[in-house]
Each structure stands twice: as structure tokens, then as C-alpha cells.
């Protein structure tokens, strides 16, 4: 369980405190909350501590009185490998980045509320065990009040923290990225569009963030319900933009529902979607590079090859640099000589749990209508599901042979001309208060058939 105590870092270790220290001269010894068996020894909790801050706002730019809270722990705090590999100083410190969070202060309130801590380690427990790392404009579908009260603020989006720049460390680079409470509805505007879009507009409205996106719990309407002409400006974007969420981890499976071979000599590809296979790490590695970037209006849409070298991240949420395009990737982006062991299968079978299967219709309108990807990585398993549109260069799923397998993970490659078909059928995913499981979907001619199942199936390894 979670201590609350008082004081700085512990002396001689180098901690990424300094920005901290220049924001809060007159606060040197914030409460923090501190993980009392550390991570290294066996502990649940992945951040060393939580300090929490009072900030006293800016009344001239509307800005309230809030507690700011900050996490230490997802970035190297030591340089010893205990809990995090030493890569250099001038790469990401650990993951590269650290957690905040601005509370608005209760009239009233006299020290700062712990829940956030503890939502803070339920990200990092996240982030360590998935090895995904977090961008600003990402978002966190949490499903649950935030602080475990009645509020309508369930789910979070990220961005960078107003007030903290990027530090250097003697362990590295570490960037500072705020998580800011949302709504249902802004969390489905931000999948639809794009998570920036959505910031953007909750900075325009001061009692759902303001300039500095402070969470206000007791927030009781949507911005859309506030003002509804910001609704006109979403819909307007993802008509114009499409969206930029490029994968999400999601209960989902598939199957192999080729016909086996008579030949005993071919035996080898006989039920492919049953058995477990693990992912290679180029596999992984290229899945993970292709939910973590959010591809740019405007540039050729490219898988990243399996081959692609990790980025650190640091540069993902910031206007691309050159190096970052991925039109300078295009070169590199033919299919790779792993890839010939790709088997091409006649039909398969995609299972989605209700939540992963309400955004096939995103995936299909917001996605493979201009062009892009999007990819279903399984949140039980290696498996993983990535549509790509005939635009999409490094996929190995081609028009020739639309459903290709590399391990567990499957491609679909779907022709402007069917994604339109599939939306007219899935357009029952769009109500899913009328939804009742299992539900089917199959489209013959095209040998593919889709399920939305009960979340338990998946819970079970031998679905």
C-alpha cells in the first residue's frame, strides 16, 4: 500500500526534479505519495513516488487554483539497471517520459486528494508490462470514474504539460505528459478525429480544461453540451482529416478457415489460428511502431517495415521533423526477405469483443477511406489484426491475396469498394444499446466473416 510523507529526493541520486524545483521554488518538500515496497524489490507499484504540488493558476488568463501532481519512476531515477536499461544520455531516460496531472482545488481544500497517485501507477503498471509507451494525443479508455465517484469524467487523453519542458538527465531525455479527464462522448470524438483536435477545443472552453487542461471532477456536461457548435467543428474534421488513431489494444482473435490440404507434404499450414505462436520481436516491434504513430495528413500512408528500427518517441508529439516523415521512409518500406515464410490464406474468421468491434466502423470510414491502416493488437495474446486500404506500401497483404499471416499476426487488405459494402452491413455496430451477443457478419464471395462475442470468450486461451 501506497505511504504519504514529506521530502525531496534522496540525496546523491540524480532524479529529473529540476524542472519541479524551477516551477515551485517556495515548495521544496511537497507531499508525496511513495511506493513503500519499491518496484525492484518485488513491489506492485512501478513509480518510486508521486509529488503533489499547489499551483496557484493565472487569474488573467482564467486559469483556477489546482493541485499538480507528478509522477517519478517511468524514467530512470538511478542509472544502475534496476529497473530501467542505461542507453546513454542523449536517448530517452527509461520511457522516456514522466506522468502529470492538474486537479482543480476544491474551495475549501487544504491538502491534495491521493487517488490520482494510484491512477498514476495503474498507467505505469500499463506502460511496464505492455512496453508501450505513451505520445501526447494519445488516449486511455478507462471506463470507470477517475476518482471511483459518480463523475462523468471516465477516460483520459495526454498531452504535453503546459508548464514542464522536456529535461535533461545524467540518464537521459525525459518528457513531461499530462493526463487530462475527459467524458465518454469527447473520448469517442478524439477516437472518430483525433485526440489533438479534441485538446485543442477543451482549451477553448474554461470549466472543461481551459488553457491549461485542468480536470475538474465535478464537471457535469460535455464541451459539446456546453457549446454545440464545437460538434459542427468535429464532424467537419473527420470528414476532412479522417482519423488519426492508427491501432488499440482490444480482445480479438482470428481464424484460418482455409480449407486444409490434401497433401500430406503441405501439412505444415494446417490450423494456423489455433495454434499459439508467439510473435517475433520484429513482429512486435513493428505492430507496437504501428500503433504508436499516428500517420500525417497528407504523406503516403507506409506500414513500417519489420525491420524498422525503434524511435524513441520523444519526437512523435511535436511537429515531424524531416527524419521523422514517413514519406523518408517510403525507400525503406519494400517487404523485407522475413517476410517470404507470409502465408496467404483463402478465408478467415475475425472474433472482437463489443468495445474492439464498435470501432470497426472508425477503422473502415475514419481510416481505409484515406488511405491508412489500422491495427487490433490483442491485449490476451501475440495475436493481432491490421486492415490496410490498397494505398498502404510495406503491407504484405495484396489485392491478389488479400488475407496474409506472418505468425500471429494477420493482414486484411479491404478495396474502397468493400469497405463501403462492409459499412452499409455493420451499421447495427453504430447502436450498441440494441446490440445483442454473439452477433454474425459474413460476407461469402469474399470469404471473410466477422463475430462480435461476450468479453468471456476471450478470457478464455481457447477461444
Known sequence: PPGTKRGGAEPGKPRPTDSCRRLY???????????????????????????????????????????????????????DNRV???TGTDGPSGFGFE?????????????????????????????????????SGDHVSWHSPLDNSESRIQHMLLTEDPQMQPVQTPFGVVTFLQIV????????????????????LLRTVPVAGGPWLITDMRRGETIFEIDPHLQERVDKGIETDGSNLSGVSAKCAWDDLSRPPEDDEDSRSICIGTQPRRLSGKDTEQIRETLRRGLEINSKPVLPPINAQRQNGLNLDRA?????????????????????????????????????GALIPLCLRGRLLHGRH?????????????FVSTGVEG????????????????QILLTEEFVERMLEDLED???PEEFKLPKEYSWPEKKLKVSILPDAVFDNPLH
Open 25 to 79: 521554488p517556495d515548495q521544496p518538500n511537497p507531499l508525496q505519495v511513495t511506493a513503500i515496497l519499491k518496484y525492484w524489490l518485488g513491489g506492485p507499484d512501478p513509480l518510486d513516488y508521486v509529488s503533489m504540488y499547489r499551483n496557484l493558476g493565472n487569474p488573467a488568463l482564467n486559469v483556477p487554483e489546482h493541485w499538480h501532481y507528478v509522477s517519478f519512476g517511468l524514467s530512470d531515477l538511478y542509472g
Open 84 to 86: 530501467h536499461e542505461f
Open 99 to 135: 506522468l502529470t496531472f492538474r486537479l482543480k482545488r476544491e474551495t475549501g481544500e487544504s491538502a491534495p486528494p491521493t487517488w490520482p497517485a494510484e491512477l498514476m501507477q495503474g498507467l505505469a503498471r500499463y506502460v511496464f508490462q505492455s512496453e508501450n509507451t505513451f505520445c
Open 181 to 200: 479527464g475527459v467524458c465518454t462522448e469527447e473520448l469517442h470524438a478524439a477516437q472518430q478525429w483525433n485526440g489533438q483536435g479534441i485538446l485543442e
Open 320 to 356: 515531424p521533423s524531416r527524419k521523422d516523415s514517413l514519406e523518408s521512409e517510403s525507400s525503406a518500406a519494400i517487404i523485407p526477405h522475413e517476410l517470404i515464410r507470409t502465408r496467404q490464406l483463402e478465408s478467415v474468421h475475425l472474433k472482437f469483443n463489443q468495445e474492439s
Open 374 to 386: 489500422f491495427t487490433y493488437k490483442s491485449i490476451t495474446g501475440d495475436t493481432a489484426i491490421t
Open 395 to 410: 503491407a504484405f497483404a495484396t489485392e491478389e491475396h488479400p488475407y496474409a499471416a506472418h505468425g500471429p499476426w494477420l
Open 429 to 431: 455496430l453504430n447502436s
